[in-house]
């Protein structure tokens, strides 16, 4: 960037917060919002669906629109962002990559469970080969022991990661626990440390904060805490307090307050607040996209949302695992019915 920061945010409510409206992103609100975080200063953007590229899906939602039309809207609108994608392995394929990158996306983020990393070499390999920075996203990241995180850290390194982020998909770490993990990850790694939190347990501005005293220099945010479960870091709060503590992002304060009242509060269907089913999925270590599917899962077969995030959280079920819910619900319906 031409102008010096000590944190460089990634702004996610145009792919994690597609979780929270349902996919039903527009063009013109994905230019509307990209054109006023690009004034914002914002460096980066990511733009897809929830799940990532070819997340459009029976399983995990169908996009109002596609995400390549919303990927293409958004390098055309951005002139100093770069305009970031989201890959799940198994979800996402090759061909994906090599269509975003096609239209001018700036940055590939590779994401798999915490404990398999191994099934990225090919994706973070092809997106070095068409000269994209490349991110390694190791999700789930409460689920395993700080030594172990970084043995999966140091392979998505090997494979040409610039960048390695602890993600707390779940908003199930405290503190300490995020101290630990991003300390272990600088002290281990050559190549940057990102941290992306959810805020299910209230936690997220606290944990990014701790990431940021431990040496991430990438963070994620998301305007309007719009993202899935109850949110991500809060981008203009985040913001705010960065600059009160003296740390540059370059990112205009006003100017993200501006388009979270504006822009992106308009949009939202409901405001982003821990409610009962998203303090669960922080409390039962659960996956912050089943937020939904759960609650759509509970309605049909009459049994509480909680009961079925718990018993997810339970067998470690993780993303990619969305059928499991209905399967759940089936099961707490019959147990309920024997009962």
Same mark, same amino acid.
């Given at each position: 960037m031409a102008d010096e920061?000590? /944190?460089?945010?990634?702004?996610?409510?145009?792919?994690?917060?597609?979780?929270?409206?349902?996919?039903?992103?527009?063009?013109?609100?994905?230019?509307?919002?990209?054109?006023?975080l690009d004034e914002a200063n914002v460096?980066?953007?990511?733009?897809?669906?929830?799940?990532?590229l070819g997340g459009s899906s029976i399983q995990y939602g169908f996009s109002l629109t596609d995400e390549l039309k919303l990927i293409e809207?958004? /390098?055309?609108?951005?002139?100093?962002?770069?305009?970031?994608?989201l890959l799940l392995p198994g979800i996402g394929t090759m061909p994906d990559l090599k269509e975003a990158a096609n239209l001018g996306a700036k940055m590939a983020r590779v994401a798999t469970h915490v404990t398999e990393a191994d099934v990225a070499q090919q994706h973070?390999?092809?997106?070095?080969?068409?000269?994209?920075?490349?991110?390694?996203?190791?999700?789930?990241?409460?689920?395993?022991?700080?030594?172990?995180?970084?043995?999966?850290?140091?392979?998505?390194?090997s494979y040409g990661a610039d960048t390695v982020y602890v993600v707390d998909s779940a908003g199930a770490m405290l503190p300490h626990e995020v101290r630990e993990k991003i300390r272990a990850m600088k002290d281990s790694l050559s190549?940057?440390?990102?941290?992306?939190?959810?805020?299910?347990?209230?936690?997220?501005?606290?944990?990014?904060?701790?990431?940021?005293?431990?040496?991430?220099?990438?963070i994620d945010g998301s305007i309007r805490c719009l993202g899935a479960g109850a949110g991500n870091t809060q981008t203009e709060v985040l913001v705010a307090v960065l600059d009160k503590l003296n740390i540059k992002t370059g990112i205009d304060?006003?100017?993200?307050?501006?388009?979270?009242e504006e822009l992106v509060a308009p949009i939202l269907e409901k405001p982003q607040e821990i409610t009962k089913d998203s303090l669960v999925l922080g409390y039962a270590g659960v996956y912050s996209s089943f937020l939904l599917h759960a609650q759509k899962a509970a309605q049909k077969f009459g049994v509480d949302s909680r009961s079925?995030?718990?018993?997810?959280?339970?067998?470690?079920?993780?993303?990619?695992?969305?059928?499991?819910?209905?399967?759940?619900?089936?099961?707490?319906?019959?147990?309920?019915?024997?009962?």
């Open positions: 920061r000590d /944190v460089l945010i990634t702004e996610v409510a145009l792919r994690d917060g597609s979780h929270a409206i349902r996919h039903q992103y527009t063009v013109e609100q994905v230019t509307n919002i990209v054109t006023a460096p980066y953007i990511e733009v897809a669906h929830g799940d990532g809207a958004a /390098v055309s609108t951005a002139k100093q962002a770069k305009i970031s994608v973070i390999a092809l997106s070095k080969e068409l000269g994209l920075e490349t991110v390694g996203f190791l999700m789930m990241s409460h689920m395993a022991p700080a030594e172990e995180l970084v043995e999966q850290a140091k392979l998505m390194e190549v940057n440390v990102g941290f992306h939190a959810h805020n299910n347990l209230s936690l997220a501005m606290a944990n990014t904060l701790v990431a940021i005293e431990e040496g991430a220099t990438r304060v006003f100017k993200t307050m501006d388009v979270a079925i995030l718990v018993e997810l959280g339970k067998r470690k079920v993780v993303g990619g695992q969305e059928d499991m819910i209905v399967d759940v619900a089936a099961e707490l319906s019959k147990s309920n019915v024997e009962v």
